[in-house]
């Protein structure tokens, strides 16, 4: 196996999970064939792992407790709460700052590289878990490939990355990479149900179920469809729902630009389907160059905050 494993997909699809699924299997001392249905790590490369945790031996004890010495997180502070993990999880303690640190910070990763070298408690494997990669700073990101390119014996690092683009050339290159499928019918089915509105759901994410809110932003923007489709009147900010925050009224507004794109070429919404008349209304009073340029204008800002 690889010293070093790269899995990339769109946020929200499941990579957090999976590694963890991934790690602990990695780490258990009677690891049981086969993966549990339905979940994300079921959609991890087979080199990687074709087994789980059997959740009763000492090791995955320690993974339960939050305590096992042999592994490793680092993910910036800001993401703790979301992905479960306390400061005794996590690579580096709290920073010194008030503000929870969005970056993976270089002493984070120092700790990693140190904690790489010395011998393993329960005298098997070490597993290493960065997450996001995308979120490692300049300087954590140098500090970690030095690692990678001399790669400790018995140390496998797991990296999640939602944007390849955003990492290191150096780093991808020293990893094997795998891009995650998107979440199987059977974990869908296990998220949402069949009514009309989880439906809506489903298409508003694109398969992101793994978002702590899948739906987040839709009902905004179905209300703000629906506003921008009755008023002929010219659209000011006073006269439009404001959006719950920046980032998500961003999102929400690249979102339905891109299924008016969709409708204009003479296409099905992708994110608004069931809003698919008050798309096609909107869309002949939109200019096509217009709308181009407002797209750009949303992917660049989305880049930009990094969200």
Known sequence: ???????HAPQGYGKWPALQRAASALLCESPVNGHADGHASARLPAALTTQRACGHCA????IQAGSHPDLLVAAPEALWPELGLNPADEG???????????????????????????????????????????????????????TLEEPPEGVQFLLGAHRLD???????????????????????????????????????????????????????????LASLS?????WTSSTLPPPPDYPTGVAALLKIASDLQRVQAGGDALFLQQQQQALS???????????????????????????
């Not at 090791?59 to 320690?62: K, N, Q, W």
């Not at 009755?230 to 010219?234: D, G, W």
């Open 166 to 224: 955003a990492l290191l050339p150096t780093i991808r290159s020293r990893c094997r990479q795998a891009s995650m499928p998107r979440p199987t019918a059977s974990e869908v089915r296990q998220k949402f149900g069949s009514s009309a509105a989880e439906a809506s759901e489903l298409a508003w994410c694109q398969g992101a179920i793994y978002q702590p809110d899948p739906a987040i932003g839709l009902e905004w923007a179905q209300t703000l």
């Open 230 to 234: 009755r008023s002929s009147a010219r």
């Open 59 to 62: 090791s995955c004890a320690l």
């Open 281 to 307: 209304e909107l869309a002949r009073h939109v200019p096509p160059v217009k709308l181009g340029e407002a797209l750009h204008r949303l992917v660049a800002q989305q880049r930009r905050a990094g969200f």
């Open 1 to 7: 196996m690889s010293s070093a494993w790269l899995i």
């Open 92 to 146: 580096a303690g709290r920073s010194e700052s008030k503000t929870a640190s969005q970056d993976i910070r270089i002493e984070q990763i120092r700790r990693l590289n140190d904690w790489a070298v010395s011998t393993s408690h329960r005298g098997r494997a070490k597993v290493a878990v960065v997450y996001p990669a995308d979120a490692l700073n300049p300087a954590a990101a140098n500090a970690l490939l030095k």
